[in-house]
């Protein structure tokens, strides 16, 4: 009986795992994922950005421990924070980099300031795209002078 109950036990695991679970959908284009991300960061939304952002390996909230990520989502929403944004160009790729894509992205806080943000788009080895650098250092800090 044992071995029976090991193998029902392991068929049933296969069964369950395998796929992104739902409400998590996987953005399929680098435009996609900007604009999904970008909202989550309007929305406040860190749970929803965890998913969005991340490196090749996949999304962040997949693999990254959740006191660090919350840490790190938290400082990113604060500077990208905005009213409003638009994409000034891009995607741009890199030669030799097909998995790589960067977007100049303005960027309208609510506080009346305007600036360009460079975003990297990174393809993820499950084949969708994720945000993997905003480049913050080139960010005006949250609540200082807006720099352009």
Known sequence: MRPRLTVLVALG????????????????????????????????????????WGSDRGPAADWMKGNELKE????????????????????????????????????QRVTACTFVAPMDLVRTKGGGWVVNDVHLGSL??????CRK
């Open 13 to 52: 695991t296969l069964a369950c795992g395998g796929g992104p679970g739902p409400g998590k959908p996987v953005p399929q284009s680098p435009q996609e994922t900007l604009a999904q991300f970008m909202s989550a960061v309007k929305a406040n939304d860190l749970s929803r950005m965890g998913t969005l």
């Open 72 to 107: 790190r989502l938290t400082v990113i929403q604060k500077y990208l924070a905005h009213a409003g944004y638009r994409v000034v160009e891009g995607p741009l790729r890199e030669p030799g980099h097909d998995d790589t894509q960067t977007f100049r992205v303005e960027v």
């Open 140 to 145: 005006p800090t949250p609540g200082g002078t």
